[in-house]
C-alpha cells in the first residue's frame, strides 16, 4: 500500500486541510505535489464544474400559475394565449447573458426559428459560463429576461412557440 499506509493519521490531517481550504476559499478544485505525490481534490456539483456545461430546458414547461414571476393573477385572456408557450427555466441561480460576450450579437431574438439544441442565453453562476439550450423545438416568441439580470432557479426565461 506505500507510505500511505505507513502514516495514516498526517495524511488524513493533511486532506481535512485541504478541504478546508477548499470550503473557506469557494474552490471548486485543489491539486497539491510534493515529494513525488500528487493529490487533486475536486467538487462535482455540477454548477461548479471547471469547463462550460450546457443545460437543457425540461419538457413540460411550468403552468402560469406555478411560475416564479408569473403574473398569474393578470389578464386571463393573456393567461390562454400563454397556455400554448413552452417556458425555457433557469436550471440554476445566476445572471443571465444574451450573449456570449458583450460586444457579440444575442444568441437569439424574437422571432428566431429555433430547434432543441440551439443555445438561447448563458447563466453564470460561480464565474461558470453555463449555456442554455430552448429544450423544444419553435420560434422564440418572447424573451422574459433582461440582460445581465439575476435569475432564479426555475424562473421562466423565454417562451417558445412549439412547432
Same mark, same amino acid.
Given at each position: 500500500?506505500?507510505?500511505?499506509? /505507513?502514516?495514516?493519521?498526517?495524511?488524513?490531517?493533511?486532506?481535512?486541510?485541504?478541504?478546508? +481550504? /477548499?470550503?473557506?476559499?469557494?474552490?471548486?478544485?485543489?491539486?497539491?505535489?510534493? $515529494?513525488?505525490?500528487?493529490?487533486?481534490?475536486?467538487? =462535482?456539483?455540477?454548477?461548479?464544474?471547471?469547463?462550460?456545461?450546457?443545460?437543457?430546458?425540461?419538457?413540460?414547461?411550468?403552468? @402560469?400559475?406555478?411560475?416564479?414571476?408569473?403574473?398569474?393573477?393578470? #389578464?386571463?385572456?393573456?393567461?390562454?394565449?400563454?397556455?400554448?408557450?413552452?417556458? %425555457?427555466?433557469?436550471?440554476?441561480?445566476?445572471?443571465?447573458?444574451? @450573449?456570449?460576450?458583450? $460586444?457579440? #450579437?444575442?444568441?437569439?431574438?424574437? &422571432?428566431?426559428? %429555433?430547434?432543441?439544441? =440551439? %443555445? +438561447?442565453?448563458?447563466?453564470?453562476? /460561480?464565474?461558470? /459560463?453555463?449555456?442554455? =439550450?430552448?429544450?423544444?423545438? &419553435?420560434? %422564440?416568441? $418572447?424573451?422574459?429576461?433582461?440582460?445581465?439580470?439575476?435569475?432564479?432557479?426555475?424562473?421562466?426565461?423565454?417562451?417558445?412557440?412549439?412547432?
Amino acid at each position: 500500500m506505500g507510505c500511505f499506509a /505507513m502514516d495514516l493519521p498526517k495524511y488524513v490531517k493533511e486532506l481535512k486541510g485541504l478541504l478546508d +481550504l /477548499m470550503k473557506s476559499h469557494d474552490l471548486a478544485e485543489v491539486e497539491l505535489e510534493e $515529494e513525488g505525490q500528487k493529490i487533486r481534490l475536486r467538487k =462535482t456539483e455540477p454548477h461548479l464544474s471547471a469547463a462550460p456545461v450546457t443545460i437543457q430546458g425540461a419538457l413540460p414547461a411550468l403552468s @402560469s400559475a406555478a411560475a416564479p414571476g408569473s403574473d398569474a393573477g393578470g #389578464d386571463p385572456e393573456a393567461a390562454e394565449e400563454d397556455d400554448d408557450l413552452y417556458k %425555457v427555466p433557469s436550471p440554476l441561480v445566476g445572471s443571465f447573458y444574451r @450573449s456570449p460576450s458583450p $460586444e457579440a #450579437d444575442p444568441f437569439v431574438i424574437e &422571432g428566431d426559428r %429555433v430547434d432543441e439544441d =440551439t %443555445v +438561447l442565453c448563458i447563466v453564470e453562476a /460561480m464565474k461558470v /459560463m453555463n449555456e442554455i =439550450t430552448a429544450g423544444a423545438s &419553435g420560434v %422564440v416568441r $418572447e424573451i422574459l429576461v433582461e440582460n445581465g439580470s439575476a435569475v432564479e432557479f426555475d424562473q421562466p426565461l423565454f417562451k417558445i412557440e412549439i412547432s
